[in-house]
């Protein structure tokens, strides 16, 4: 009842701004009616080079797109290509994955089933789609866990072979049929001329984003794209790597410090060339902003925000925590509804950023790129509250870290040794499905988390080794991939429990992993600093966020690892990617919620976790001598 009445309000609020864009409607030809159910559109059908996550990889000859009474930036696809992509797209990427559709021209449903045996049900009739079981249609079948939150992290190598992780046992509970009810949100679903319409953004929101992946049109082309990397910082940030890795290989540039500033300055110009030529080079990105500059079609703009809201409205994974029962009545309640109905799309823009950065505001939220619709981009924000306490602590944390030798010294392996003390540190989770089994050490690095715990697991259980105590340092971590997560908590634990909760669906699973450290393909008590009378402890923050604040959680319950220093942030949700259907790339706080089990029941970790044993100075985290003194007081 309460989301009925919420309904209502919004449509009688909206009533005015219709009546308001009465005249425009008129100019532009744009009746509100046409996307009345059962009504007859001119339809029409334009095919366009379509990129499947590369420039290399392309769909084969043109994709057809189709477009309905004259608007020309608003495209749906017919449901038998997207069955057609979609199998493509995952036999192409050596997944199991394989639809059928089953077409009934007298109810108006379409029904996709899956290989198996999950289906999605299309009722033109009703405008609605539904899932009787949402995870079972979207995930692969060779997936760890249920709710794929580990993401293409297999039992086994491409030789059938075991690889770093395997689940040992599981419980599903796999949620009730959830329903999209495009008609309560006035969004259409076109069922004529024997074609089965259902507009672009909506199946690139419900069928690609929970895998990163987003579809952007720009008018010239159809990309399907990681929507994460949609924009011009990630552009940057991957040309300076490949850069430096070019530089590094050819013996130009070492980091080992050996360089005089003099060199190092002329590098950096060198460097800063080689970037700036690579941003030129084709890539999706620069496909995509190739597309014409300019504003928003009336239908589209309406489309969009109804369309926004839909998918927030379904999955925000916050959205009771905020308060928010309806996303149509926060973009009314807080002004960002006319910015995103307006004319001007850098406003539109700069709406989605104020949305995340300023209101959401939780951590994962998250502003990517623009339009390409933007002659000039979004102005810069201040960010929102929590934020903003959270980047200040972080940057003191990180300046005060480099005031202590120690932690110079460790930051290639982010592991070293005072005393009889190990300390291990990780700001960020890293998987990157590395050869280890081939040359372990050559991937011993600061920013590959299997690497840093295969090369510490050696340290720590090396013949004669001094190591009674191992301090694994999160104070500064932001999180980053769970598999990697995981895969350091087999190793402080053994066995490792995941537990997730989807608010979509009401999903809940709740899986026991084991990792391979040492590599000898066995999953076994050799993997684990468990049960080998260590002293295991973990350092935190308010920094320690996500799945930085995951696995201080599950030391917590576990009870074996204890916990110094101060509270964690938290930050529960697994991200997700989102797009605008003009093509804003974003993330938020997605469903699937990281959760902890007790008595059966799932129980949220958002809040952050409390340490066992308070440290406020932060300098005394970091003196790691007066630390080692200390912990070693502690037993």
């Not at 966020?545 to 942030?569: H, Q, T, Y």
Request: glycine share 8%; charged share 20%; aromatic share 12%.
């Amino acid at each position: 009842m309460k989301k009925l009445i919420a309904f209502l309000l919004i449509l009688s609020l909206m009533c005015p701004v219709y009546g308001s864009l009465a005249e425009e409607t008129e100019k532009t030809e744009v009746l509100p009616s046409r996307w009345e159910t059962g009504a007859e559109h001119q339809l029409v059908r334009k095919d366009y080079p379509f990129y499947l996550a590369s420039l290399d990889f392309l769909w084969p000859g043109e994709f057809p797109l189709y477009f309905a009474d004259g608007v020309d930036d608003l495209p749906f696809m017919d449901l038998k290509d997207f069955m057609a992509f979609m199998n493509y797209l995952w036999v192409n990427m050596d997944a199991d994955y394989q639809i059928t559709a089953e077409v009934n021209p007298d109810t108006g449903i379409v029904m996709f089933t899956r290989e198996n045996g999950s289906t999605t049900v299309f009722n033109f009739e009703n405008s609605r789609i539904v899932w009787p079981e949402y995870y079972g249609f979207l995930n692969f079948s060779k997936e760890l866990d249920y709710l794929g939150v580990l993401g293409s992290v297999y039992k086994t190598d491409k030789e059938g072979r075991p690889y770093l992780l395997t689940s040992v046992s599981a419980r599903e509970r796999k949620g009730e049929p959830v329903m999209l009810d495009l008609k309560e949100y006035g969004i259409p679903m076109l069922a004529q001329d024997g074609l089965y319409l259902v507009p672009a953004q909506t199946l690139s929101a419900f069928f690609l984003n929970n895998r990163g992946l987003g579809l952007f049109f720009n008018g010239k082309n159809l990309i399907l794209a990681h929507v994460d990397s949609m924009n011009e910082t990630v552009a940057r940030n991957t040309a300076l790597m490949s850069v430096f890795a070019e530089l590094t290989e050819s013996g130009v540039y070492s980091d080992s410090g050996a360089d005089t500033e003099q060199n190092q300055a002329a590098v950096m110009v060198q460097v800063m060339q080689m970037v700036e030529k690579k941003l030129a080079e084709p890539s999706l990105l620069n496909t995509y902003l190739a597309g014409e500059k300019g504003g928003r079609s009336l239908p589209l703009r309406d489309f969009a925000v109804r369309e926004l809201a839909m998918e927030l409205d379904h999955l925000y994974g916050l959205r009771e925590t905020h308060d928010i029962d309806s996303f149509m009545m926060f973009f009314l309640e807080t002004g960002m509804y006319e910015a995103l109905m307006g004319e001007d799309t850098v406003k539109a823009d700069q709406a989605i950023r104020d949305m995340v950065s300023l209101w959401l505001d939780d951590g994962h939220s998250t502003y990517y790129g623009d339009s390409f619709l933007l002659e000039k981009p979004t102005a810069a924000i201040s960010r929102g509250y929590s934020n903003a306490a959270f980047l200040n602590l972080q940057e003191k944390l990180t300046a005060l870290r480099k005031q202590y030798p120690a932690m110079t010294e460790g930051s290639g392996t982010g592991y070293y040794e005072v005393g009889n003390t190990a300390y291990v540190t990780m700001d960020t989770f890293q998987y990157t499905g590395a050869d280890y089994y081939g040359d372990p050490e050559a991937h011993v690095s600061a920013i590959d988390t299997c690497g840093q715990i295969i090369h510490a697991h050696r340290q720590i259980t090396r013949e004669n080794s001094p190591v009674e105590n191992v301090v694994l340092d999160l104070s500064c971590n932001t999180g980053g991939a769970a598999a990697a997560a995981v895969y350091l908590l087999c190793w402080f634990l053994g066995d490792a429990k995941l537990s997730v909760k989807d608010s979509f669906s009401g999903a809940e699973t709740t899986t026991v992993f084991r990792a391979d450290v040492n590599l000898d393909r066995e999953f076994d008590e050799q993997d684990t600093l468990a049960g080998r009378g260590l002293n295991l402890y973990c350092l935190i923050s308010p920094v320690s966020f996500s799945c930085g604040n995951l696995v201080p959680w599950a030391f917590k319950m576990d009870g074996n690892v204890k916990l110094l220093g101060s509270k964690s942030r938290g930050g529960s949700c697994v991200v997700l990617p989102l797009t605008t259907a003009w093509g804003t790339s974003f993330s938020v706080s997605g469903p699937l919620r990281i959760s902890f089990m007790i008595n059966g029941a799932y129980y949220d970790v958002d809040p952050g976790v409390e340490p066992d044993y308070v440290i406020r100075t932060y300098d005394h985290l970091y003196d790691r001598e007066a630390l080692t003194n200390y912990i070693n007081s502690l037993y």
